[in-house]
């Protein structure tokens, strides 16, 4: 066995462990909450099948590059690829739908009581659970053709183009209907990283308008130190950059890889470990971020902010 192949292999375990076992200790921490308390915040809620969303994509991908490295060949049959292709791609998907709506669902929380957002600031948590059950549908019918495409690498049925994925192939006659189907699967991704940048534009803009309010009307008693309002949107600013940069860098090796008739080994592995960065290190990010944003959506001032 090659050193690059094994040290390929011990990238990819690495990240599937780690991210793993941070999705699972939050998963537990929302289902330990659950079992005290008796119930959840929306925002808990939405975070809890975050983590679900993102161990199905992890497992999904990090485990069989993981044994494709380590030379294990022609382990998964033709329904294996495509079954373990379909559930990264629902994983992926849910995954950027939750942050979407976390994002979306805090925006409309810290909003003004007197703000065209009012009645849906009063609606919104009592459906959190049929948005969240509505994101898994979607992500399941945006993905249902993606399996056609993919077959195991020892089926020996005519196909004039084949690509080499690793532990799977990817197959098509047509160029044409592969780009229109990589930028079908690639629109939901758009969609959602264009409500995130407005849900979190208008957080930004919230609380910055509410900063400049107590400074107003308390002087500059908040300038010797930051305010809470000020640490929320830096947090805010950090999860936001962290979401985009992952998910516009995995679109793009995306479509790179639909667009080119033999994708390198390079090309191949570095995609997938670009698709498990994202739900490896969210739950990280989440833990030292996420808690102070969740009280601040709860624990919001009496006083209108205009």
């Not at 009592?126 to 059950?133: A, D, M, R």
């Amino acid at each position: 066995m090659a050193s690059m192949d094994v040290a390929t292999g011990t990238i990819f375990l690495s990240q599937t462990v780690f991210g793993t076992l941070g999705n699972f200790s939050l998963l537990y921490h929302y289902l330990f909450l659950y079992s005290t308390e008796h119930r959840l915040r929306p925002t808990d809620l939405i975070l809890k099948h975050l983590m679900i969303a993102n161990s199905l994509a992890l497992l999904s991908k990090g485990v069989p590059q993981t044994m494709t490295a380590f030379g294990f060949k022609d382990f998964l049959n033709e329904a294996g690829c495509k079954l373990v292709f379909y559930l990264h791609r629902i994983g992926r998907g849910m995954s950027m739908s939750s942050i979407c709506l976390l994002s979306v669902f805090q925006a409309i929380t810290i909003s003004p009581r007197d703000s065209t957002q009012a009645e849906l600031k009063l609606k919104a948590p009592k459906h959190t659970g049929s948005f969240v059950f509505l994101c898994w549908i979607l992500a399941m019918l945006a993905n249902v053709s993606f399996p056609v495409n993919v077959t195991g690498k020892w089926s020996d049925a005519n196909i004039t183009m084949k690509k080499d994925l690793g532990y799977c192939s990817g197959v098509g006659n047509n160029k044409l209907m592969l780009s229109v189907l990589a930028a079908m699967l690639s629109f939901p991704d758009v969609l959602c990283l264009g409500l995130m940048i407005w849900a979190s534009g208008s957080m930004v803009s919230i609380l910055h308008r509410h900063k400049q309010r107590v400074r107003y009307i308390r002087g500059n008693k908040l300038s010797a130190r930051c305010s809470p309002e000020s640490t929320a949107t830096q947090r805010i600013l950090v999860l936001v950059s962290i979401f985009v940069s992952f998910y516009t860098l995995s679109s793009a090796f995306q479509l790179c890889i639909a667009l080119i008739n033999n994708p390198s080994w390079l090309l191949v592995n570095i995609s997938a470990f670009v698709n498990g960065c994202f739900p490896t290190v969210s739950p990280y990010v989440l833990i030292n971020h996420g808690s102070s944003l969740s009280k601040l959506c709860f624990v919001w001032p009496r006083n209108k902010i205009s």
